[in-house]
């Protein structure tokens, strides 16, 4: 069956092809400017980028409103165009693209993997649609399953001196995803389809269509599952307990009273069902799934979402944009670990926790002269249903900011910015600037520094421990960063620091008579320090195109709080051409992933959050967890795409070429060496 419907669309892909207008699409196309990729892909007919029939002049663009951080434009940006012509699963692989980036990956699909930004992960990084956040608050992270890729447009990283501005937390790193918001005059399908082993698969379906007069509908539906089977538990054939399966749900009806007036309504709805091994037995059987015996055979997670949103966007005076959004959002987390108690060596662990919140976020924007400013507001009342805690039970957070930046001669563009945010009656305040120096029309420099005061979580708050009466973390930023681009040359090197002077970090403590305890128990402070390098080059040669971001993280003692690796470096090598007439745009090659050494590692999937350290009941101090050094590794994987007429692409990925038997978190096997073939279709009516 399989084999049939991968050649069903490899027959109807070609047909398409084959029937298209000649006329060549790629050069403009591949032309918008990205933070991330070459600029250009010229083909060799010379083309004056002549689209001919393009049934994409259908479409209009109108995004809701600017991205975050229009004012300075100093955010990292990857636009769809340029991920869709990569290799990614789900939204954390276009994390990946970013600078200073790392993906604590447990080896399969549907796995809670941590997307690691500026060195901090869960706990430090919020992300956020059209600027409303969507983090777990439970936990102050985010299971970025929970994020359809195919709905955005672009996403964007605040430069790490002002991301805490966008974040009701004010968690020093900050992602914004900004949805398509297509407008077409007749209906407009996409589809995007792949498959892979262990019966992994995925699709997304996307319908926007006018209804009546200025009216639109947007429908989303996104299923993700995989079905691994094999591994073994006290010398009986099992389950490998890695089962997953999401469903994403998104629709929006817009209506325009105007070219400058209009609101949106929109509701979402996810339901997720993961199971959670814990990872394999270290030994020899432990890369072979058949034999290898898993740590917790019972054991997994069900997480279910609801949000109803109303967006106000208009331009009530002339360079002067206001954005308003209401939402309800509800979190429902169940976590279950030996329920029925049949394994005598696992703790029993049965939770629920749930949260709903009420929330407005504000933003208005004024252009004068040289001059533009951005004030933003934002309150959220949250109310907390959890057997961790009987009181704290209910939140009130408001946030304002403001954002003042100039453009001076088109030369320089400096930026001053501030926050004060209230939870619970305790203020937070913080403040910084940054500057972007433009040398030419190819180079330009950035820099930039903050101080704020940043809240713990709810889980952090209620097991704080003897640092109970620690009410704010503090930290610290500096970036700096120089890019130069042109039509065959794309680059940036940069530097980070952070410093948070009161870092909760999560400790496990051993239980008697039990294999293994990952639940964290209590949370202490410490001084985290964060210092890194990124080079990023995207160079095109002829026909074939160079990419790397690599990340270099300078040691010191607190890397091994989230077992940062010393270095980790992904890009590619790849043969890229037009062919048929410029019909098909080819990408093909060699992806390649390396990661330096890493410290040990623990997850408590029930808080979401990595654990390093274990209590030391003796003397009431900390102990690592284990001394291991989890050594480098490296992958390659041979990709290769071909778009056709732009409304199609289709893709092959030889995964784990080489077939390398590694892991990035103990004992998680990385995926083994399989096969992935995908399609992504856009068509009218």
Known sequence: MKNQLVTTCILLLVFIAA?????????????????????????????????????????????????????????????????????????????????????????????????????VGNGSISFSINGVEVNNLFYNSLDLHFIQSESYDSLELMPLSSGFLFSSVNNPVHVNFIPRRLLTDRPFSRIRFYQASSEEGFIDVIFNAPLFGKTNLYAEVTNYSAEPRGGKSEGTDTDYNTDFSLWNVTSRLRYDFDETMHIVGSYYHSKENVELNGGVVNNEDMYDNLAATVIYPDRHKRISINEFSLDFNAALLRNANTHVTAYYRDVNDEYWQNSDSSYSNIPKIVSENSHAIYGITARQKLAYSIMEIDVAADYKSINYDSGMSSTNDNENIFALSSDLSFNLLDYVFPSVFAKTLNLNKIQFSGAGADCRF???????????????????????????????????????TLEIKGMYSD?????????????????????????????????????????????????????????ILLTNNLNYYISNNTRVMNSLPDYNMIGGVYYIDTLFNSNLFLKAGINFRINGDKSFLAYDFEKSLPAA???????????????????????????????????????????????????????????PQGFRFGVSWEFFD
């Open 19 to 119: 029937n298209q207008s000649s006329g060549s699409m790629f050069p403009d196309y591949y032309r918008q400017r990205d933070t991330t990729k070459i600029h250009t892909f010229e083909s060799d007919s010379g083309s004056n980028g002549d689209h001919g029939q393009d049934s994409l002049n259908h479409l209009i663009r109108q995004p809701s409103y600017s991205p975050l951080n229009s004012g300075s434009g100093n955010a990292e940006v990857i636009n769809s165009n340029t991920f869709s012509l990569n290799d990614y699963r789900y939204s954390a692989n276009i994390i990946e693209l970013l600078p200073y980036s790392f993906l604590q990956n447990f080896g399969s699909a549907g796995q809670p993997n941590e997307s690691i930004l500026y060195g």
């Open 438 to 476: 433009v040398l030419g029309d190819d180079f330009s420099l950035f820099g930039g520094i903050s101080f704020f005061e940043k809240p713990f979580s709810f889980v952090e708050r209620n097991l704080l421990g003897k640092d109970i009466t620690i009410k704010k973390q503090k930290v610290n």
């Open 487 to 543: 039509n065959y040359l794309t680059g940036s090197i940069g530097y980070f620091y952070l410093k948070n002077d009161n870092y909760a970090y999560g400790l496990l403590r051993t239980m008697p008579d039990t294999i293994v305890n990952n639940s964290i128990s209590e949370f202490r402070t410490t001084v985290l320090e964060r210092t890194g390098l990124n080079l990023k080059v995207d160079l095109k040669l002829w026909k």
């Open 613 to 671: 350290f274990v209590i030391d009941e003796v003397n009431g101090g900390r102990n690592l967890i284990s001394n291991e050094v989890i050594p480098s590794s490296f992958q390659l994987d041979l990709f290769v795409s071909g778009t056709i007429q732009r409304n199609a692409i289709v893709y092959i990925v030889f995964e784990n070429l080489l077939d390398n038997k590694y892991y990035l978190l103990p004992y998680y096997p990385m995926f």
